[in-house]
């Protein structure tokens, strides 16, 4: 791709001068004829490197115009090469302006060489500069994983989700997974970008209900040095690390209102801009979302937006519970045994008899994750070769086992808090709402059962 170079100068033979020598050298030219436009150009477009001039017609001699558009241009991106020139020019100048931020300068008459030299010097810092930076957000943020991921599907209920997922996968269509927690939604989101044209490009996942509604924009759009209090350095957000890729956007229905207004316009315009910053950047992106709530209802009650859920859920596929795919849990039970007897070092393990029918009865209401765990656990615990029904740790589920009428109050409440954390993902002030309990009393019986619970 030819460098993009924006022109700041105000004298239209100098303009013209620098774009027959910079075009004929393979450089793509935007000029502007003085600070205001410069600034206008750089907010709708991105540039590998600016040439621009310290005096302008308002002020011929002093730099004031030019020092100030600097500071205007590094503020909008901070990672733009910018090189000033001026037929003014002096040693002072020149090192005033390069405290402020300047790459480097250029005196007029300039030297053609120099020049040319000079800016591609900047047009490679900038772009070491960028993928540095963009990197750099990546190790820290982005989770991505080689090949496709393997899928244990042997049950016919699965049938119609592994279809569904093979014919929407190659499309760039926004795919909403929904089911009960533990479902595996995030390996089936993993599996259908992989199984798509954007395999190359990265898959980033974000749980929507694990920051707080004052960082959402931040991590998802970026934000720019000293947009707030801690933003010590500009830092990438989720949608451009996703660019030509695919956003994962886990736990869909724990956002607010206003949350879901931001993300509707990025999804209608394709268009992101960092905290701080006003620079519209372009993001071709595919959202996979995931949710274990019903949204339908969510959108009936006014607490989803109609309009986001049309957006997200071009296809909708419904991953089933484990208890509803039986034939997959001795497969899955054996595939996690292998991976962390090997990841524990010790190979040669097995499933009593008893345990195998352990696990074939088991309700799992924490479904793939929680057979996961009750695996794991048996790895570590486990002394000999088989691994016991002790050893899994599995407990007897209320709702799942005993009719109503066999159960005790203190069971019953039980199984009504768990059914409501579940329904809203844990949100406790929502599940406090929908039993007719304060936050506070939902806490307290939370505590007193042993619960689990988000904040």
Request: charged share 30%; net charge positive.
């Amino acid at each position: 791709m030819r460098p993009r170079v924006l022109i700041a100068d105000d004298q239209p033979d100098v303009v013209e001068a620098l774009r027959l020598l910079l075009v004929s050298a393979g450089f793509d030219l935007r000029a502007a004829r003085g600070p205001r436009e410069a600034l206008a150009r750089v907010r709708q477009d991105e540039f590998d490197a600016a040439l621009i001039d310290l005096n302008y017609t308002r002020d011929t001699t002093s730099g004031r115009e030019g020092m100030d558009l600097l500071a205007k241009l590094r503020d909008l991106d901070a990672t733009l090469p910018v090189v000033v020139m001026t037929a003014w020019g002096s040693v002072e100048g020149a090192v005033r302006a390069m405290r402020r931020g300047a790459r480097d300068y250029i005196e007029k008459p300039w030297d053609n060489n120099r020049l040319l030299a000079t800016l591609t010097t900047q047009v490679e810092f900038g772009r070491a500069l960028r993928r540095s930076q963009k990197l750099e957000t990546e190790n820290e943020r982005l989770r991505r994983r080689r090949g496709l991921p393997r899928l244990i599907a042997r049950s016919p209920a699965m049938d119609p989700v592994l279809q569904m997922m093979e014919r929407a996968a190659p499309s760039d269509a926004n795919i909403l997974l929904t089911g009960e927690h533990g479902t595996g939604k995030e390996v089936a989101a993993q599996w259908v970008h992989a199984a798509s044209g954007r395999r190359e490009a990265p898959v980033v996942t974000v749980n929507m209900g694990g920051f707080a509604e004052g960082v959402f924009e931040s991590e998802l759009f970026g934000h720019v040095k000293g947009a707030f209090t801690d933003a010590r350095t500009d830092r990438v957000g989720c949608f451009e690390l996703a660019h030509r890729g695919t956003l994962f956007l886990d736990e869909i229905a724990n956002t607010s209102l206003k949350v879901q207004a931001t993300l509707l316009r990025v999804l209608e315009s394709g268009e992101i801009r960092r905290v701080g910053s006003s620079v519209l950047r372009r993001c071709d992106v595919r959202v996979l979302s995931a949710t274990n709530a019903n949204l339908e209802e969510a959108v009936a009650e006014g607490r989803f937006r109609e309009d986001l859920l049309y957006r997200l859920n071009t296809v909708e596929i419904r991953l089933p519970p484990l208890r509803d795919r039986k034939e997959d849990i001795p497969v899955l039970a054996a595939h996690f045994l292998n991976r962390y007897s090997t990841r524990y070092g010790r190979p040669g393990l097995h499933f009593s008899d008893e345990a195998s029918r352990a696990l074939l009865r088991h309700p799992w209401p924490g479904n793939v994750r929680e057979l996961l765990q009750s695996v794991e656990r048996a790895v570590v615990l486990s002394r000999g070769a088989e691994i016991g029904v002790a050893h899994l740790g599995l407990k007897r589920s209320a709702a799942g086992q005993r009719a109503l009428e066999e159960l005790t109050l203190g069971e019953v409440e039980r199984t009504l808090i768990e059914r409501a954390l579940e329904r809203f993902g844990g949100n406790v002030t929502r599940a406090a709402g929908k039993l007719g309990l304060s936050r506070s009393a939902l806490y307290r019986r939370i505590e007193r059962h042993g619960i689990g619970a988000k904040p």
